[in-house]
């Protein structure tokens, strides 16, 4: 097994319909996120033989999310301007994908929950934005 780079972690929107042969890469993202969240059902049942013994745990899996953060220099070519755009009108990111080296694709549709731009005085613009899975995600694995 090899390390991935960590810079191949990234979020890209399709550049042809319906399904992509290519990919265009949301630019001057810097840092990445991404994460898979299970929601855990916990319930306790009672011992039916022996009332007098504690109740047991049982825990199972419920609803699951994912979402991918990143921030970075603001580039202001098309696709940077579509994280931002589809914050500010609150549309859907529909068929973009999350590109996880090593590892394989979470494809679908995302809402963007937080952008922000930032910047000081002598530096670039940048900007920072998390997207949360708004559907049924697809994965296929390297």
């Known amino acids: 097994m090899s390390t991935q780079l960590g810079r191949l972690l990234i979020i890209q929107r399709p550049s042809g319909q319906p399904a992509p042969d290519d990919w265009e890469n949301v630019c001057g993202i810097n840092t990445t996120n991404f994460r898979l969240l299970n929601d855990i059902i916990e319930s306790k049942r009672a011992n039916c033989t ?35 755009d589809a914050a500010v009108n609150q549309t859907v990111l529909t068929g973009y994908r999350v590109f996880v080296p090593g590892y394989g ?13 930032s910047g000081d005085l002598d530096n670039d613009m940048n900007f920072s934005a998390e997207v949360q899975a708004s559907g049924e995600i697809a994965y296929t694995a390297v």
């Not at 047991?56 to 070519?77: E, M, P, T």
């Open 50 to 84: 022996d009332r007098g013994q504690p109740p047991i745990r049982v825990r199972k899996y419920g609803g699951k999310d994912v979402n991918f953060s990143g921030s970075g220099i603001f580039d202001d070519d098309a696709a940077g301007k579509l994280l931002a």
């Open 105 to 117: 694709d979470f494809i679908g549709d995302w809402l963007v929950s937080n952008f922000e731009f």
